[in-house]
């Protein structure tokens, strides 16, 4: 398996962060095989959507009405609403897999891999590529 982190710098705001460029240099001449995304935070996620039309700005709108940044998460340490951050991941997992097929991302036509991130306290994340290696 290969592997490697990717940095990503998210920022102060909240953010939808396309990473599918740095995904095809990864896997570019791979092959055949899986493409594992995985990020190793409690408080970020990762996504396949369209990106640039809008629909991560309603991603993005959606998750506060979901999850408003008040004060009635009791995981309350952080910025106001930062416990809305920890339970983001159950709706928007920390990870996706990507079938590869001759060394290109079976993507649709407006998909794209981001990394969602709520949380304003910490603007530096990192994201784990692995890819495995069809038969």
Request: overall charge negative.
């Amino acid at each position: 398996m290969k592997s490697s982190l990717l940095p990503v710098r998210t920022g102060r705001h909240e953010t939808v962060h396309d990473i599918t460029e740095e995904c095809r240099d990864f896997i570019r001449g791979e092959g055949d095989g899986l493409l594992h995304v995985f990020v190793p935070h409690a408080t970020a996620g990762i996504a396949i959507i369209e990106l640039g039309a809008g629909s991560d700005d309603d991603l993005l709108a959606a998750l506060r009405d979901l999850l408003p940044a008040d004060d009635r998460w009791r995981h309350s340490h952080g910025t106001r609403g930062h416990g809305r951050s920890h339970v983001m991941p159950a709706l928007i997992p920390p990870y996706a897999s990507v079938p590869v097929i001759g060394g290109r991302l079976a993507l649709g036509t407006w998909q794209s891999i981001a990394v969602v991130d709520l949380n304003v306290d910490n603007p530096e994340r990192e994201v784990r590529l692995s890819f495995l290696r069809g038969t």
